[in-house]
């Protein structure tokens, strides 16, 4: 519109009007021009600081999950490399000897007792009932032993293993109701030795990895458990509570070749 009123002005008042033209359109091309080559820079490079900020957005949502994962591995291979060893050794020895108690019950009540599944299922529901009941012990008898754990360990991990063991020699069945008893109170207990062990060797400040570490190994015994129970199974019905013992008596050595040193050191920290 301007170009077409210019034009007509300048044909209205017919001076130069050839030359106004051309001078004219080439200033308002050349101002086009101009305007274009200003906006494709500007679009560039907005797009490329929209692509620059999704990338960096993506980024940053990746870079803090790394360094998190990368800063949990670490602590994990500095409590698994740590003195604690012989605690988590033990909490796998003892995970994977009452899982071979536990797995293959029935068909171990079957073929020797010639029981029905619905007496095992009694059996075992009266274990866990007292396995529950047991919880309240846990504080009566941690103040019998005057708080020292390593010591109510030992001797829980000794009771464990005998019970696996008059269980695998049981003639009767009132003997495994019997060893079936203790049982769930041995294990209630020694389960809460090595969980509060764990935690007053390691310290507070890495609790809560102690506590996955802790469960990771018992999740390791539960996936071990089978496979060995399966392979005893086929040797003997007696078979995966023989085997139970064998990592109960291991269990047992480990604390006692290492109960002392931690004594050590707990008289060392005291003091």
Not at 147 to 158: E, F, G, I, V
């Amino acid at each position: 519109e301007t170009l077409n009123h210019r034009i007509d002005a300048n044909a209205n008042s017919k001076t130069k009007p050839s030359k106004s033209y051309d001078e004219l359109k080439n200033s308002i091309q050349q101002n086009c021009s101009d305007k274009n080559h200003v906006r494709h820079p500007n679009a560039s490079a907005v797009r490329s600081q929209t692509n620059g900020g999704w990338g960096w957005r993506d980024m940053s949502v990746v870079q803090p999950a790394w360094r998190q994962l990368t800063s949990v591995w670490i602590r994990i291979r500095m409590v698994a490399s740590s003195d604690m060893w012989d605690v988590f050794l033990v909490r796998l020895l003892m995970a994977v000897s009452i899982m071979l108690y536990y797995s293959n019950f029935s068909l171990a009540m079957e073929e020797r007792f010639e029981l029905k599944p619905k007496v095992t299922g009694y059996l075992i529901s009266y274990s866990s009932m007292l396995g529950a009941l047991a919880g309240c012990l846990v504080g009566p008898v941690t103040h019998f032993y005057g708080n020292n754990m390593s010591a109510l360990l030992l001797h829980s991990t000794a009771l464990t293993c005998t019970l696996i063991f008059l269980y695998a020699t049981a003639p009767n069945v009132w003997q495994v109701v019997l060893t079936s008893t203790f049982f769930a109170i041995s294990t209630t207990i020694g389960r809460t030795c090595i969980t509060d062990l764990e935690l007053q060797r390691g310290g507070a400040q890495a609790s809560g990895t102690l506590i996955g570490a802790g469960q990771s190994v018992t999740a390791v015994g539960r996936v071990l458990a089978p496979l060995l129970s399966g392979l005893a199974q086929e040797v003997s019905p007696c078979g995966p509570a023989s085997l139970g013992v064998v990592l109960g008596l291991v269990a047992v050595g480990v604390l006692l070749v290492r109960t002392p040193k931690w004594d050590s050191k707990t008289k060392i920290k005291d003091k």
